[in-house]
């Protein structure tokens, strides 16, 4: 069944760039070292000066991309493969039959605290489980490649989930380009500064959004997006472990280890495993 949108139509999302955040407060090594009543204090602030700045300005498209030669990397990348601040680091060894929250653990952790407190958001508002382990997993695989990421991340869990929680995953991306203020979801700033505030989306996105708002599951992957970001809360540490059930109860995991199964997407698997094989 899907969810009442009503249910979530009343929250107001504050508007946070976690990385400027963080930044501002001078690197993840300074926010680490602050008590928790310093961190919301801080937290408080932040949203205040943003809530008050009279005039918000964000690049234009070709802004944008005059910043492409000014990277050693291309942004489409996922962050285990390219050191966006400095160099590589060793990785820990992956188990010899590694399953889901080995993977979560020990490589897809680029975005892992951002999928933790989605998934954590989406249980308390009482959303149902596919949709929860949709949201705990939708942006995982941005750790292998960013572009395209809903389509790569459906892929990656497709042999494993439900088909609802697949068409929440693959979808989700998408959506974030197209508003639904009814549903609780309002085109985010942080996508002006990141493709430019005159960005259009593309034929074939348009297309897709069509589709997917005329689908019996709209709302699922639209539950995706209004679960997804913003969900900073520096006194929340959300735990795996409170996945675990979720995870047991609606994610096959072959016997064989992922990566080991034999399945069609079992390469991709074994490619995140082992992002240091040259071939
Ligand atoms: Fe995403
Ligand atoms: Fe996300």
Sequence with gaps: MEQDPSRSSNL?????????????????AAVATMSSEAKADALEMHLNDALNSSKKTFPSVAEVNAQINTRPYRRGVGKL???????????????????????????LDGSRDHCLQSAHLAKSRGMDDEVVLACL??????????????FWSAQLFEPYVSERTTFAIRHHASLRFFPD?????????????????????PPHMQAEYKMVRAHRWYMAPRLVT???LYSFDPNVKVELGEFEDIIGRHFRQPKEGLGLDGSRVAHMWRTIA???SPL
Excluded: C, W
Excluded at 12 to 28: E, H, M, Q, S
């Design 12 to 28: 107001k999302l504050p508007v946070l760039d976690r990385r400027n955040f963080i930044t501002a407060l001078g690197g993840a």
């Design 137 to 150: 997993l939708h942006d995982l695989p941005m750790s292998l490649m960013r572009s395209e990421h809903g």
């Design 81 to 107: 493969f390219a050191g966006q601040e400095g160099n590589v680091g060793y990785l820990p060894a992956m188990p010899s039959n590694p399953t889901l929250i080995d993977f979560i653990r020990l490589r």
């Design 226 to 228: 209004v679960n997804d």
């Design 181 to 201: 203020e009814d549903a609780g979801y309002e085109y985010p700033d942080l996508y002006r500064n990141m493709f430019g505030e005159d960005y259009v989306p």
């Design 274 to 276: 082992n992002p240091d």
